[in-house]
């Protein structure tokens, strides 16, 4: 199921796409393209929140630690499964990551919960992520853009409810997002005239149909 939001006051488009469907790669795909700068000077900094010690928050770290493993990938990444960003050093890394790459366009990737019917989808859209949304924390937003993926249902113990999330869920959907984000970032290079770097199959096979540009 794809879902598309519709355009009100102070609520930018926003999108939704289950990780098992058919097209998901290829559409996920051309919704970060649309929001990606299109200037060759914007860096473009990753930062994938949440945690280990959790298998629902764990989707960030995994894919910040898929991202980080691929040396054709051309944006920065902060948060992996050996280094995460989390509620306790959140302020710190922001901080961090605006003095080391100022005017960077963000993108934000965290879990969240949802509704029963929402579980197993990814969200992309513009403007920031707000980790913590989902068990009352009060944290900084981060990213320009954000994907999100819905790893759960919320509404009641919200903390045991991620615990005791399926990571054979997370993980899919993690490979999906990272999978996304690598090929936005190569027809970003095909459209501003940089050579894209050599796709390493051994490295980075996660999906083997790739999405048509």
């Given at each position: 199921?794809?879902?598309?939001?519709?355009?009100?006051?102070?609520?930018?488009?926003?999108?939704?796409?289950?990780?098992?469907?058919?097209?998901?790669?290829?559409?996920?795909?051309?919704?970060?393209?649309?929001?990606?700068?299109?200037?060759?000077?914007?860096?473009?900094?990753?930062?994938?929140?949440?945690?280990?010690?959790?298998?629902?928050?764990?989707?960030?770290?995994?894919?910040?630690?898929?991202?980080?493993?691929?040396?054709?990938?051309?944006?920065?990444?902060?948060?992996?499964?050996?280094?995460?960003?989390?509620?306790?050093?959140?302020?710190?890394?922001?901080?961090?990551?605006?003095?080391?790459?100022?005017?960077?366009?963000?993108?934000?990737?965290?879990?969240?919960?949802?509704?029963?019917?929402?579980?197993?989808?990814?969200?992309?859209?513009?403007?920031?992520?707000?980790?913590?949304?989902?068990?009352?924390?009060?944290?900084?937003?981060?990213?320009?853009?954000?994907l999100t993926g819905i790893v759960?249902?919320?509404?009641?113990?919200?903390?045991?409810?991620?615990?005791?999330?399926?990571?054979?869920?997370?993980?899919?959907?993690?490979?999906?997002?990272?999978?996304?984000?690598?090929?936005?970032?190569?027809?970003?290079?095909?459209?501003?005239?940089i050579t894209p770097l050599p796709?390493?199959?051994?490295?980075?096979?996660?999906?083997?149909?790739?999405?048509?540009?």
């Amino acid at each position: 199921m794809f879902l598309k939001r519709k355009l009100v006051p102070d609520k930018p488009f926003q999108y939704k796409m289950h990780h098992e469907e058919k097209e998901a790669c290829m559409l996920i795909t051309e919704k970060i393209g649309n929001l990606l700068p299109n200037t060759q000077t914007t860096p473009v900094v990753v930062v994938c929140i949440g945690t280990d010690r959790s298998t629902g928050d764990a989707l960030g770290p995994l894919v910040g630690t898929k991202l980080h493993t691929i040396k054709a990938f051309p944006f920065h990444v902060y948060g992996t499964l050996d280094d995460p960003v989390h509620a306790v050093n959140l302020k710190d890394k922001l901080k961090m990551i605006e003095q080391k790459h100022p005017d960077a366009f963000i993108i934000g990737i965290d879990a969240c919960l949802g509704k029963l019917n929402h579980v197993g989808m990814v969200s992309i859209g513009e403007g920031p992520v707000k980790p913590g949304a989902g068990v009352n924390k009060e944290l900084p937003p981060v990213g320009d853009m954000h994907l999100t993926g819905i790893v759960n249902v919320s509404g009641f113990m919200e903390y045991f409810v991620l615990q005791n999330t399926r990571l054979s869920v997370v993980m899919k959907m993690a490979e999906l997002i990272a999978d996304s984000l690598y090929f936005a970032s190569m027809s970003q290079r095909v459209k501003k005239n940089i050579t894209p770097l050599p796709i390493k199959e051994d490295l980075y096979a996660i999906n083997k149909k790739k999405p048509a540009f």
